[in-house]
C-alpha cells in the first residue's frame, strides 16, 4: 500500500466537505450520458463541482479501495481556480482542498 493513502483519503473527505459546504452536493445523480463524457472533466455535460462529486471522488475511491496505482500527477486546483476565477475568495478552502490533493499526488507531503 502506498504510505500516502490514508492523507489522500482524509483530502478527499475534505474535498466532499467543502462541496457540501459551498452547497454544491447533489442528492441526484446526472444522467448517464452526462457521465460518460470523454471531454477532459466533463467540461460539456457537467459543471466541474459535479464533475468532482460523481467522477473524481468516486474514481479515487476505487483506486484507494482496491489499491490500485495512484495517479502520478494531479492538477485539478488549477482547473478549479480557471472554473471559479470569479469566486476565487468563496472557493478558498476548495481550492486549498484541492492544491493539498495535488501535492500528495505529486509526492510532495
Not at 55 to 77: C, Q, T, W, Y
Not at 92 to 99: E, I, P, S, V
Request: hydrophobic share 45%.
Amino acid at each position: 500500500m502506498d504510505p500516502r493513502c490514508v492523507s489522500i483519503a482524509d483530502q478527499l473527505l475534505l474535498i466532499e466537505q467543502e462541496l457540501r459546504s459551498l452547497g454544491w452536493w447533489d442528492e441526484v445523480s446526472p444522467s448517464d450520458d452526462a457521465l460518460a463524457s470523454q471531454t477532459p472533466f466533463c467540461v460539456d455535460t457537467l459543471a466541474f463541482e459535479q464533475w468532482l462529486q460523481w467522477i473524481f471522488l468516486p474514481r479515487m475511491k476505487v483506486i484507494l479501495e482496491n489499491d490500485l496505482e495512484l495517479p502520478h500527477a494531479s492538477g485539478i486546483r488549477a482547473m478549479a481556480e480557471e472554473v471559479y476565477r470569479e469566486r476565487l475568495r468563496e472557493v478558498g478552502r476548495l481550492l486549498d482542498a484541492l492544491g493539498a490533493f495535488d501535492r500528495l499526488i505529486g509526492g510532495a507531503n
